[in-house]
């Protein structure tokens, strides 16, 4: 019997966790889903660059740290399309078993289909919410 690779998709916000409030993402991911793979997509990627644009210092801050954690050897960049008028936070609902976001509009989409979510906790540390598969 095969067994599924067990993959977490994180969401551009997540990424800006670690400028935001200083928690080390990576560490506390292997901390609470030590078996699971990182991945994001390249959707992703090209929202934490445009981030980089804005005109908000502390915004171009979060998203050019952000990008070099979406980037660096522990997460995997996965080249994914989005479907016709789909937009990203549809495209991650449709691939995900296991999201990360603290998007609370994704949040409630992903909560209604069922996936399970991985969210920051009191500024701290992350937790889990629903069933992991």
Request: a positive charge; glycine letters at 4%; charged letters at 30%.
């Amino acid at each position: 019997m095969e067994s599924k690779i067990r993959e977490v998709f994180i969401d551009t916000n997540f990424f800006l966790i670690p400028f935001q409030f200083n928690v080390d993402i990576i560490e506390e991911f292997k901390r609470i889903l030590p078996n699971y793979k990182l991945v994001t997509t390249d959707f992703v990627i090209n929202e934490l660059k445009g981030l980089k644009k804005n005109k908000k210092i502390k915004i171009r801050l979060a998203a050019g740290l952000g990008l070099k954690i979406a980037q660096s050897d522990e997460i995997e960049i996965r080249n994914i399309p989005l479907n016709d008028n789909e937009s990203v936070d549809d495209a991650l609902v449709r691939i995900s078993d296991v999201l990360a976001t603290n998007d609370g509009v994704l949040k409630n989409k992903a909560k209604n289909k069922g996936i399970a979510l991985v969210y920051l906790r009191q500024k701290k540390y992350l937790a889990i919410d629903g069933y992991l598969i």
